[in-house]
């Protein structure tokens, strides 16, 4: 069965860097692209952006572009996340997640990781 | 951006109501909404897609429907694991983009 699986909880510092993984298991990596989703405490679902797993280029939603970066090792079948510079604001759970898996691009998630909260705290 | 805004924020229910969340969203967007339900600490769940489809194994109490920029999902009996969060999400164009969400509480 499809499975994603996040790294562990991370507290960093404010100017700090974190790399969040995820591995996918139970189907092709390289067929379905990795989408990542912040939810900061207390707070709704915000679409980060996604990366297409099987050239590597990454799209990202407007409030992401800079510090957030997206990468794959697609010879462990894993996604990356990496934000660096990170701010007390960054503090959320950050969620990997990959499409259901209609033929279309027009697809909602249909399979998420358990989560990884990234808390940022001097 | 498309924004998508529910209603209520809070709904407070108890076990057999029906209970009906609205979704709106900014511009149409057809019928490329989906709803989730999360519960405390974990990741969202598909509920719903394409407005009115039920995932598998989702139980038939759920039911979504509407088109355009009006959408909403009912609940037809309430359950006990029924009480959680609800998002919608319109998957019709980029940035895809959730509603607030809507908590689900005990009366």
């Known amino acids: 069965q499809v499975q994603l699986v996040q790294s562990g909880s991370e507290v960093k510092n404010p100017g700090a860097s974190v790399k969040v993984s995820c591995k996918a298991s139970g189907y092709t990596f390289t067929t379905y692209s990795i989408n990542w989703v912040r939810q900061a405490p207390g707070q709704g679902l915000e679409w980060m952006g996604w990366i297409n797993t099987n050239v590597g280029n990454p799209t990202y939603a407007g409030g992401f572009r800079g510090r957030f970066v997206f990468s794959l090792d697609t010879s462990v079948s894993t996604a990356y996340l990496q934000i660096s510079s990170l701010k007390a604001e960054d503090t959320a759970v950050y969620y990997c997640?990959?499409?259901?898996?209609?033929?279309?691009?027009?697809?909602?998630?249909?399979?998420w990781g358990q989560g990884t909260l990234v808390t940022v705290s001097s | 951006d498309i924004q998508m805004t529910q209603s209520p924020s809070t709904l407070s229910a108890s076990v057999g109501d029906r209970v009906t969340i609205t979704c709106r969203a900014s511009?149409?967007?057809?019928?490329?909404l989906a709803w989730y339900q999360q519960k405390p600490g974990k990741a969202p769940n598909l509920l719903i897609y394409k407005a009115s489809t039920l995932e598998s194994g989702v139980p038939s109490r759920f039911s979504g429907s509407g088109s355009g920029t009006e959408f909403t999902v009912t609940i037809s009996s309430l359950q006990p694991d029924d009480f959680a969060t609800y998002y919608c999400?319109?998957?019709?164009?980029?940035?895809?983009?959730f509603g607030q969400g809507t908590k689900v509480e005990i009366k």
């Open positions: 999400q319109q998957y019709n164009s980029y940035p895809w983009t």
């Open positions: 997640a990959r499409l259901r898996g209609a033929a279309t691009a027009r697809d909602p998630f249909g399979y």
């Open positions: 511009q149409s967007i057809s019928s490329w």
